[in-house]
Each structure stands twice: as C-alpha cells, then as structure tokens.
Nanobody
Framework: QVRLVESGGGLVQAGGSLRLSCAAS????????MAWYRQAPGKQRELVAA???????NYADSVKGRFTISRDNAKNTVYLQMNSLKPEDTAVYYC????????????????WGQGTQVTVSA
C-alpha cells in the first residue's frame, strides 16, 4: 500500500505565501503523475496543478503565475509553492498520486492524501 502525507497548510494573510509538501511512502516502483487538488466548502474538488514524472506541469487558470508545482522523483515527493495567495484560495488541499505501481506487483492504482487546510484571510 501507499501512504500520502501532506504538510505545510495553515493560515496566511492575502498576498502571502505557503509551501505544501506531499510525501508518498510504501514499496513504490513508480508514480506516473502527482497532483494537487482543492475543495472549498460547498464546492466540488478541483485540480490545481499536476506534474508528470518527466516534469511537465499544468495549472488551473485561476492559479497560473502564482503557484508552482515541483517534484522530487527520488523522494516520491511533490511540492506546491503558493504565492500571492487570495481569500478564494481557501480550501482543503489534497495530494494525488496517479498510476502508482508497487514493487513486485502487477497493475496500478491512484492514491490520495488526507488533505491539509489552507486559509487565506482578507
């Protein structure tokens, strides 16, 4: 099995910055893509940013130019640097690992972290 542990959330004033981290642990052979999603109260979960194992990244329009996703494949860790935060960025942020392949197994699966709260005050 795989466990995703997020950290780095918290309370910040508008215009401030936070850096989220998500470390995947377990008998991992490979992870295709890693991503950050967020879910605000009363809203659906949405993709914030994703990055492939090769380093190609894509972002939601709402965060382009403000957020940067990066990844350390050796550590199976993904980061989200969030700058110029806005109150509308307030949400629970979830880490996702796409197409996880374990050592000595066949097949793949997706995994999710437990979420970390980000609150941006006006």
């Amino acid at each position: 099995q795989v466990r995703l542990v997020e950290s780095g959330g918290g309370l910040v004033q508008a215009g401030g910055s936070l850096r989220l981290s998500c470390a995947a642990s377990g008998s991992i052979f490979s992870i295709n893509a890693m991503a950050w999603y967020r879910q605000a109260p009363g809203k659906q979960r949405e993709l914030v940013a994703a990055i492939t194992s090769g380093g190609s990244a894509n972002y939601a329009d709402s965060v382009k130019g403000r957020f940067t996703i990066s990844r350390d494949n050796a550590k199976n860790t993904v980061y989200l640097q969030m700058n110029s935060l806005k109150p509308e960025d307030t949400a629970v942020y979830y880490c996702n690992a796409n197409k996880v392949v374990l050592k000595s197994t066949i097949g793949y699966f997706d995994a999710w972290g437990q979420g970390t709260q980000v609150t941006v005050s006006a």
